[in-house]
């Protein structure tokens, strides 16, 4: 007497449960109490590995709204860090860092290594791009020898990184006040950041 035979695998991977059902019509298996085997596997991998912000890997430098710009007289400061409403860059590794460093690329508007916010609005498309020049420093003194120019490097701290202990990578920034545009708009840049581990 043949029967159709139902074969189950199931994996477990990590937090993903795949359940896979094949149906054959090969000579079945011999049941006569009602019970037929099945082999389960366990499976998990662990790496070594570093996240940014959970994976989402995003920042944020707000520089804030500037009124009266053509009268202003100092620099303008902002960060990543929260104190400066900015979104901060937690850093979290499985295993100890020795010598962490941090490069940030050229942004969309850099120029011969300066970075410039571009206005974006419409004026902006019929009339011609304007810009503003910014800096972005690893320390908050924004010393000259910390300056992120495009695609250096900058050490984390004094480079160490503890396993398990999220860490917080302040991006410190500034306008210098000859550079704070006077044309209202909003003026924006992008750049892409790399851990070098």
Same mark, same amino acid.
């Given at each position: 007497?043949?029967?159709?035979?139902?074969?189950?695998?199931? !994996?477990?991977?990590?937090a993903?449960?795949?359940?896979?059902?094949?149906?054959?019509?090969?000579?079945?298996?011999?049941?006569?109490?009602?019970?037929?085997?099945?082999?389960?596997?366990?499976?998990?991998?662990?790496?070594?590995?570093?996240?940014?912000?959970?994976?989402?890997?995003?920042?944020?430098?707000?520089?804030?709204?500037?009124?009266?710009?053509?009268?202003?007289?100092?620099?303008?400061?902002?960060?990543?860090?929260?104190?400066?409403?900015?979104?901060?860059?937690?850093?979290?590794?499985?295993?100890?860092?020795?010598?962490?460093?941090?490069?940030?690329?050229?942004?969309?508007?850099?120029?011969?290594?300066?970075r410039?916010?571009r206005?974006?609005?419409?004026?902006?498309?019929?009339?011609?791009?304007? !810009?503003?020049?910014?800096?972005?420093?690893?320390?908050?003194?924004?010393?000259?020898?910390?300056?992120?120019?495009?695609?250096?490097?900058?050490?984390?701290?004094?480079? !160490?990184?503890?396993?398990?202990?999220?860490?917080?990578?302040?991006?410190?920034?500034?306008? !210098?006040?000859?550079?704070?545009?006077?044309?209202?708009?909003?003026?924006?840049?992008?750049?892409?950041a790399?851990?070098?581990?």
């Open positions: 007497m043949k029967r159709n035979e139902c074969r189950v695998s199931i !994996f477990a991977i990590g993903a449960t795949m359940l896979a059902v094949t149906g054959t019509n090969a000579s079945a298996q011999q049941v006569f109490n009602g019970e037929v085997g099945v082999d389960i596997t366990a499976k998990v991998s662990v790496r070594e590995g570093c996240t940014i912000n959970g994976g989402s890997g995003q920042g944020l430098i707000d520089f804030g709204i500037i009124y009266n710009a053509d009268t202003l007289s100092s620099d303008i400061d902002a960060s990543t860090g929260i104190e400066f409403g900015g979104t901060p860059i937690i850093l979290t590794c499985n295993f100890d860092l020795t010598n962490a460093s941090f490069s940030i690329g050229p942004g969309e508007s850099d120029l011969a290594g300066v410039r916010l206005k974006v609005d419409e004026v902006s498309a019929r009339f011609g791009n304007l !810009f503003s020049d910014y800096h972005l420093y690893a320390d908050a003194g924004r010393t000259a020898s910390s300056e992120f120019t495009p695609d250096t490097r900058q050490l984390i701290g004094n480079g !160490f990184v503890p396993a398990g202990t999220p860490t917080e990578i302040v991006i410190y920034g500034r306008i !210098f006040d000859q550079d704070v545009p006077e044309i209202v708009g909003d003026y924006v840049d992008v750049m892409h790399v851990l070098v581990l």
